[in-house]
């Protein structure tokens, strides 16, 4: 049986399995709800090893093709190009944390839990794993139920409506991209598959640009990007900690990888004709989600902003179309899953332990708390982009990446994401200070209890993550690279074809020539790449 | 007129029915009120065997100078209509059991309807179709106003019982004028003739069946109807009048949209007004409702927007196949599931003490808390609204996709664009009784009515969900088979 496809329905099978156990048998679940993910984890470790980065490998691999919906030419058709399988491992990586942070903090409706928690997976890894246009959105919106039940079942006051709110933004705006994905399918003559529909479709100027749209809001929407992001601070506030973690780590990075793999690569005329308004509203969230973050009362909410800024960074460095921009905007994809999803872990240490999430409850707990404060700081450290975590490498290959690249006015995106990065780094500082030190005025903070050894074992394989990704990052670069050089050239070629028409057209995509980029300084982790 | 022995073998499957009503209207007369749980039993059987019979009889074409056709489309439709037969009469043993309503008439009534829904498949001659109403109608008539003693039931019937004579007599008036102008009243005439005789008879004939198939702005009867009648009938209302009525409708409009001298496109531009407007207002008025019964009620005039879409998207010639197709897969698909979510609402209805009305009898408080209570029934449930929001992986989503995929290669992509958005409407008040079962805490109330005919129902139209959202092929593919009419 092909190794990809046991790995997106193995927790599927686990989750059928655990069905048949009598719910008050709340430690077999969890513990059967540990042992799928982790096995699963250490299959989607043979991805990780089979998967061949050498240029001559094929752009998909592990790739199963088999009729699914024959009348209707959609087929099960899944493969890994390297970008996928940066996002598989996150999936598989942060589901047995995830499932073990929750060990104590679920309590009520376990099994509903842990079944919830395996078709997530499923549906997550499927997502990524789809090379077929109809089989990826039934994974994409297969992906909204149990995340529904998540936040609606096991989250906190509020939940309600931050979770409809959740399911209505991302249904309606995925709908549209439904019948986007049914146009393409007919014009590319009756299939759905990914690959053929990347070879043969050819749609207007006007069309593409409207099948970009519906695709493009699809994706925004799950970013968020801004303006579409108003759902994410209530979902991410009201859900719980596995909830909020799986939503940060994996499931904004669907909307991102989108972009990547559909959104951009299937209408390059139209994604170079609206990258500038792109990279604008990529621009205004990074701001405008760092800025927010300095209000906010809420440590959940403080971080469910950032998120919204540091997606913003993914997107401009997608926008920037240079090697640079791609590879960082992909290596921020996996650093926000780690970081982000490493704070709102410690957000639920913290919550466990008071019940609150204001940040005015806490202060001065450092001395309390040792290790909760220190690794904490690590965590911000890499979310804010220290030299040395992983944080760093991601956004300096985008700035980078954006001041080399065509954008128009480049230099200026570049300088204002800067400013995001240093605002990231006050707003994340300052929740530390808050929080961690000066005097503990609370009495119900002095008799915090330390990190326990179930939580060590959560954090550990974030941390050394954290370290791992800051200081070796090529063999995460590497896998990424054909993809991002593949779609380099399809951008290339659209503009071929655009100054075919008018061969006046600037050039708008790759790098400034080589005497502008001396300003670009090259990130020492791209030395060996061309 | 003598009748050739082979056309009325071909309508075997409607003898069958027949047959299996009268038997259960002699044994009733014999039987003793204590031994009437066999007849629940017996009608899901005789249904069996009417779908086995018109799988098994080789279709024989135009049949009784084509007034009626038994083709692959007119099985298919057999097929669904026998399915939803069986599951309502599972579905309508408990519910009658459990309210001392049990007598061997209800179901006599249900096999007799089926017999009209059936002949509607294949009926080919406007007067052919004028019986299948009439047959079908009068039986549900008396069913819809089995519970008569009720102020709501009564109103229901009586409301059923007058909207459905007007809209026979639209129907049969225009049949009248159709023949005025072509000099016959087969399907196939249509075509031949053209003019403002023709065009008005068409009209009322089409308002005839926009009536029965509940289509925006001839829906008015449909939430009191369906929220009046004994629950399990309305499960067989919205499933088997819908699919019947869907079923000629579909014949009678692929003739019309086909016929030159009819103006070109002018019917296909009034049944995509039609389309958009019930599916506007089937799911804007869906909303606010606080009864399922009632939600639902308005979900199926939805639904008969998008199936609408399915059958505007026949009009154009090349799209014709794939768009007949995906109307009879969406009735295979809804009426799995529309049945199930009735199942669901029966089973959960206040039942209620001799003269008292509860108006809350299908709130939605009713399904507070179900999860924890029933965890199968809600489980069940979820499954059911999953698929009526069209949510993957379910049937209702690979319908859905099917119609839009019909709409789009018809060029129709203002109905396409508007379903798509409507039907996310729909999520909205589809995951309230979501939220309600898992979200909400229980209250306390008197048990669900479960038996294990009820849970047979359930599962097999939970499993009919699933299966035809995970592997829609064979059904697909059916339904392609059936959409290539017989000429």
Known sequence: ????????????????????????????????????????????????????????????????????????????????????????????????????????????????????????????????????????????????????????????????????????????????????????????????DYVQIRQSLHVSGSAQRWLFLAFAVAFAVKVPMFPFHTWLPDAHTEAPTAGSVILAGVLLKMGTFGFFRYAMPLFPEAALHYRSAIAALALVGIVYGALMCFVQKDMKRLVAYSSVSHLGFVMLGLMALTAEGLTGGVYQMLNHGVSTGALFLMVGILYERRHTRLISEYGGIARQVPWIAATFVIVTLSSIGLPGTNGFVGEFLILSGTWV?????????????????????????????????????????????????????????????????????????????????????????????????????????????????????????????? | MNLPAGDVAALLP??????????????????????????????????????????????????????????????????????GLALSALV????????????????????????????????????????????????????????????????????????GAFSSALFIYGAALVYGATGSTLFSSIGRASGPLLTT??????????????????????????????????????????????????????VVFAAAGLGSGTFVKVVAVLALLTMLFGNLLALPQRSVKRMLAYSSIAHAGYLLVGIVSAGAAGAREGALSSVLFYLAAYTATVIGAFAVVGALERRAAPGEEPSDAWDLTRLAGLARRRPGLAFAMAVFMISLAGVPPSAGFIAKLLVFKAAISAQAYGLAVVGVLTSALGAYYYLRVVVYMYMRAPEAGDEPVLSPALTVALTASALTVVVLGVGPESVAALARAASTMAP
């Open chain 1, 405 to 530: 690249g065509r954008l128009a006015r480049a230099p200026w995106f570049s300088a204002v994401a800067a400013t995001g990065v240093i605002l990231g780094a006050v707003y994340m500082l300052v929740l530390v200070e808050r929080v961690f030190f000066g005097p503990m005025n609370n009495p119900k903070n002095a008799k915090l209890p330390d990190l326990s050894l179930r939580e060590w074992v959560v954090l550990a394989p974030l941390l050394i993550l954290i370290g791992v990704m800051g200081l070796v990052p090529q063999p995460f670069l590497d896998p990424a690279k054909p993809a991002v050089d593949r779609l380099l050239a399809r951008f290339a070629a659209a503009e071929q074809r655009l100054r075919e028409q008018d061969p006046a057209r600037p050039p708008t995509t790759g790098s400034q020539p080589p005497g502008f980029a001396a300003t670009g300084a090259q990130s020492p982790a791209l030395a060996g790449r061309d």
């Open chain 2, 14 to 83: 409607i003898g069958i029915l027949m047959l299996g009503g009268l038997v259960l209207l002699m044994t009733e007369v014999f039987l003793t009120s204590g031994r009437r749980g066999y007849q629940a039993g017996l009608t899901v059987t005789v249904a069996a065997l009417a779908a086995i019979a018109a799988v098994a009889v080789p279709p024989a074409g135009r049949i009784f100078g084509g007034q009626a056709v038994v083709d692959a489309f007119s099985i298919f439709v057999t097929v669904t209509v026998c399915g």
């Open chain 2, 201 to 254: 008879g068409l009209g009322l004939v089409g308002a005839g069946l926009a009536f029965k198939i509940a289509a925006v702005p001839f829906h008015l009867w449909t939430p009191d109807v369906y929220e009046g009648a004994p629950t399990p009938v309305t499960a067989f209302m919205a499933a088997g009048v819908k699919t019947a009525a869907f079923a000629v409708l579909t014949r009678l409009l692929v």
């Open chain 1, 1 to 192: 049986m092909n190794l990809l496809t046991l790995v997106v329905f193995l927790p599927l099978a686990g989750a059928i399995a655990a069905s048949f156990f009598p719910a008050a048998e709340r430690g077999q679940h969890r513990a059967l709800a540990l042992v799928v993910s982790l096995a699963t984890f250490l299959l989607s470790l043979g991805l990780w090893f089979g998967f061949s980065s050498a240029s001559g490998a094929p752009e998909f691999q592990f790739e199963v093709n088999v009729p699914w919906i024959r009348t209707l030419g959609i087929g099960y058709h899944v493969g890994l190009d390297g970008v996928a399988l940066l996002l598989v491992m996150l999936t598989t990586a942060l589901t047995p944390i995830v499932v073990l942070s929750a060990w104590n903090a679920v309590q009520e409706r376990v099994k509903e839990f842990m079944i919830s928690m395996l078709v997530l997976e499923t549906a997550m890894i499927g997502t990524f794993a789809a090379l077929d246009l109809v089989l990826f959105y039934v994974f994409w919106e297969g992906v909204l139920i149990p995340m529904y039940l998540l936040i609606g079942i096991w989250g906190s006051d509020n939940r309600l409506y931050a979770t409809v709110k959740f399911f209505l933004y991302t249904f309606v705006a995925s709908v549209l991209m439904l019948v986007a994905i049914i146009y393409v399918g007919g014009q590319a003559g009756g299939t759905f």
């Open chain 2, 92 to 163: 309508g043993a408990p519910w009658l059991h459990a309210r001392g309503a049990e007598r061997g008439e209800f179901y006599a009534l249900l096999l007799f309807a089926a017999c009209g829904m059936c002949l509607l498949g294949s009926a080919a001659d406007l007067l052919v179709a004028f019986i299948g109403i009439e047959v079908m109608s009068l039986s549900t008539y008396a069913l819809a106003a089995w519970m008569r003693r009720g102020r709501k039931p009564a109103e229901a019937a009586f409301k059923y019982f007058l909207l």
